[in-house]
């Protein structure tokens, strides 16, 4: 056999003896990495994320509602996603609301037009605490 072949096998036998051999288990407390973080950061994940009051269909209608198909996109044939970010803050108000990824001009500004005027959500939620947390929020344009 060749020495590149027994090496690996010689460690992985030794792994398994000395693993056979110890059957001890130990407590280690995980540390929280959270003590590091910026407290008007926003946060992306939390244990309740906000909500839109009524909920998904009750946005979903707000958004069918407020949205005018730009003209410039109907001439010219424009039809796709503009992704919006932004934050709802403690008191469920929106705030930093940006493109992430746009269909360009008119799309754009009308996605944030629709997005900047809705009403206050209900806030995020982590550790039983109201905190900021950033929402992702797709809008489809159609013809």
């Keep these: 056999m060749k020495l590149r072949h027994t090496l690996p096998l010689l460690g992985l036998l ?3 003896t000395l693993h056979a051999q110890n059957d001890q288990t130990i407590d280690v407390a ?3 990495i ?3 973080r910026d407290p008007n950061e926003p946060f992306t994940v939390v244990e ?3 909500e839109f009051l009524g909920g998904q269909d009750s946005l979903f209608a707000y958004i069918g509602k407020e949205l005018k198909y730009p003209e410039e996109a109907v001439e010219n044939g424009v039809q796709g996603t503009v992704y919006v970010a932004f934050v709802v803050e403690t ?3 929106i ?3 940006r493109v992430l990824r746009g269909l360009g001009g008119a799309c754009d500004r009308e996605a944030l ?3 900047s005027g809705m009403p206050n959500w209900k806030p995020g939620k982590r550790q039983g605490k109201e905190v900021r947390v950033q929402y992702n929020l797709p809008i489809r344009f159609k013809l």
């Design 30 to 32: 995980v540390p929280q």
């Design 48 to 50: 309740e994320m906000p």
């Design 34 to 36: 959270e003590e590091a």
């Design 91 to 93: 008191d469920g108000k």
């Design 14 to 16: 030794a792994a398994t």
């Design 113 to 115: 037009r629709v997005v």
């Design 95 to 97: 705030s930093g609301e």
